[in-house]
């Protein structure tokens, strides 16, 4: 069958989606690579369709043949989306995902690459021809074109027309499709096969291949877990597929395992993501309240959700006293400190929701402090190295909003989303970059945590570029008593820049101090610095506006990142992680906070993971190198091996 009749498919709704399927996840490069690959005439392979009644199964974007059967793609959505996408303009009725990979593709006249559009490079160049403006009009619409870039030369005009004209025969182009069929094969089975066909393409996670399982029997589970995801994005939460599974899986099996949720019907699947998605609105309510982490920036330990959602499950969906509350608030906080499901996930996470189901909040500590060597105390050098992307950034948001920390104009307690002009919060480097900078500090001395507080846009703006040993004084002066509830060192002579180091040590000492007594607080009951009712949910209490929080942006402190992103994003690759810390795969400890950090590789497929770390020691390198980390200490370098990289599709 040639392409084009397979699209004619497409447009009648004879060949389209089951519901299990997942949305469209190809990127720019690889639209760009199969297009060359296309152009130059490779092996693109088969595709694989389900055919059944229309009415058996769920689908997106097709409806019944003259016979009532329907086409169902399971190998070369991707493949078949991409040729739609370009060939016609539009996206096709059964598309899900991003759309921007399916516009602007270029083809260039002279050097015969594809690449998507680029004004600096494209505007205005007639050797740049719109690849699906060329589908749509046909060689005649180029003609007039390809005669004045000739400029007479009828040679080079035959070359140029043979060009385009290879690209409009794509469509000719026959392909083979292989067809599953007959009545023995039922949605089980076709979503086994879909599993397997699917292997060796774009990876899928283990939530996806149960996810898909659970839409051939419930097609309504994605777009309902989407738009859970889409509520809580809004409220300034960022949140995943996967991860919202992590947590009705736990809800309704009490394991980590994926794999368990085979052996769940539809019903208790569909009751318990209503019930996950209550408790993790009911859980970001309170401990935005009980703890201040308002909003997705502070909110660490997110793998930890599972195990406070099950224990919610246990207690019909709230805490039940306000001790168990802070009791497990106590154990979050330090599972996130420590990195406790940073590492093997699901060996860990079942670990805890056994010791959860066996013992209650205290047995869950109880195996927390045994990991830990039975301590769990907070110590000043704890705080040593931990920058804005660390887990200790959200403990000093966390501490600046449980005790009340004061602005340093207005003397008014700080908290997210602040009324009033110029009143969002900014993280306020105490010693300024600029001024450290001078005296030859490195970038992780001078954005470490010991050296941040939370301050209003306006004081932020008013103190500028200061130096401490003189904007201090005036604080302390006009409003007595600010500067100790940001845990500032009240010796003056720990304000000059030359006892920098010295003032460090001793802000890290209150810091670590104020954190174990509130932290102790939450473990031995519950304090007077209680700040909302537990029981809140959405439905009475709002999350928090994302737009309240600021903070430096991490792209402006590494010379040449914020070029490189928009290098990255022109190239369509993964979004990285900024400021981010980068902890050891088989033991969750820390071991550096990078610039920044692709955890899933530059495409963003289970790649191997990338590291921009301009300021490594020899142990945080070779704990990189052992991690299997591929590591760039420059932009530079990055941007190279980018460029490489884009030059082999």
């Not at 599972?306 to 006293?321: I, N, Q, T």
């Not at 103190?463 to 002066?477: D, M, T």
């Amino acid at each position: 069958m040639q392409i084009s009749q397979v699209l004619d498919k497409v447009d009648a709704g004879d060949i389209a989606l089951p519901e299990f399927q997942r949305g469209y996840v190809w990127t720019r490069d690889q639209v760009r690579g199969f297009f060359q690959s296309l152009y130059r005439g490779y092996p693109i392979g088969g595709f694989l369709t389900w055919s059944t009644k229309a009415e058996s199964v769920q689908t997106r974007g097709g409806g019944s043949g003259r016979d009532g059967s329907i086409h169902l793609l399971l190998d070369g959505q991707q493949r078949v989306t991409t040729l739609y996408g370009i060939t016609r303009g539009r996206a096709p009725g059964f598309f899900e995902g991003n759309a921007s990979a399916l516009t602007g593709l270029h083809f260039n006249l002279q050097t015969e690459v594809f690449e998507f559009y680029a004004p600096a490079k494209m505007k205005d160049n007639p050797l740049w021809v719109d690849v699906t403006a060329l589908f749509r009009s046909g060689l005649a619409g180029q003609l007039l074109a390809v005669n004045q870039l000739a400029n007479g030369d009828a040679d080079l005009q035959v070359v140029y027309i043979e060009r385009l004209n290879r690209i409009t025969q794509i469509k000719d182009r026959s392909v083979h499709i292989d067809e599953v069929t007959g009545e023995d094969k039922t949605i089980d089975v076709v979503v086994e096969i879909f599993n397997r066909v699917n292997s060796g393409g774009t990876k899928l996670s283990k939530g996806d291949l149960a996810l898909a399982a659970i839409c051939a029997a419930w097609p309504a589970a994605r777009p309902t877990m989407n738009q859970a995801l889409q509520k809580w994005s809004t409220a300034g939460f960022g949140f995943k597929l996967d991860w919202l599974l992590r947590n009705v899986n736990a809800v309704i099996t009490g394991e980590a395992q994926f794999s368990k949720l085979a052996d769940v019907d539809v019903q208790a699947f569909r009751s318990g993501l209503a019930e996950t998605i209550d408790s993790v609105s009911y859980l970001l309510n309170s401990l935005g309240g009980r703890l201040g982490l308002d909003h997705g920036a502070v909110l660490s330990g997110r793998g930890a959700f599972p195990v406070m959602s099950r224990l919610l499950h246990r207690y019909g969906g709230a805490f039940p006293d306000a001790m168990t509350r802070d009791r497990l608030f106590y154990w979050y906080v330090h599972s996130f400190l420590w990195g406790r499901h940073t590492g093997a996930t699901e060996t860990v996470l079942n670990q805890d929701l056994q010791a959860l189901d066996d013992g209650g909040v205290d047995q869950l500590i109880s195996v927390l402090r045994r990991s830990r060597g039975g301590h769990l105390g907070i110590g000043s050098d704890d705080f040593v190295g931990s920058s804005m992307g660390s887990r200790f950034y959200p403990l000093l948001y966390m501490l600046t909003r449980v005790y009340g920390a004061q602005d340093f104009v207005s003397g008014v307690p700080l908290r997210d989303g602040m009324l009033g002009r110029l009143s969002s919060l900014q993280v306020h480097h105490i010693f300024p970059k600029a001024l450290l900078y001078k005296h030859d500090y490195g970038r992780g001395e001078v954005n470490a945590v010991a050296n941040f507080c939370l301050l209003t846009q306006d004081t932020n703006l008013k103190i500028g570029a200061r130096e401490p040993a003189e904007y201090l004084e005036e604080i302390e002066a006009r409003m007595p008593g600010a500067l100790a509830t940001q845990w500032i060192p009240m010796d003056r002579d720990l304000w000059k820049v030359s006892n920098y180091p010295d003032f460090m040590a001793a802000r890290r000492v209150l810091l670590a101090r104020a954190a174990n007594e509130f932290l102790q607080g939450l473990h031995d009951g519950p304090s007077p610095v209680a700040l909302e009712d537990v029981r809140a949910s959405l439905a009475t209490t709002s999350l928090a506006d994302p737009s309240g929080t600021a903070k430096a942006d991490p792209a402006d402190e590494v010379p040449g990142l914020r070029v490189l992103l928009a290098e990255l994003h022109e190239a369509d690759l993964a979004v990285p992680e900024l400021d981010s810390e980068v902890s050891d795969v088989h033991t969750g400890a820390a071991i550096t906070v990078a610039a920044a950090f692709w955890p899933q590789g530059l495409r963003a497929e289970g790649g191997v993971p990338v590291v921009l770390a301009p300021d490594t020691t020899e142990e945080e390198q070779a704990a990189l190198e052992a991690g299997d980390y591929r590591i760039f200490h420059s932009t530079e370098a990055l941007r190279a091996y980018v460029r490489n990289l884009c030059a082999e599709q």
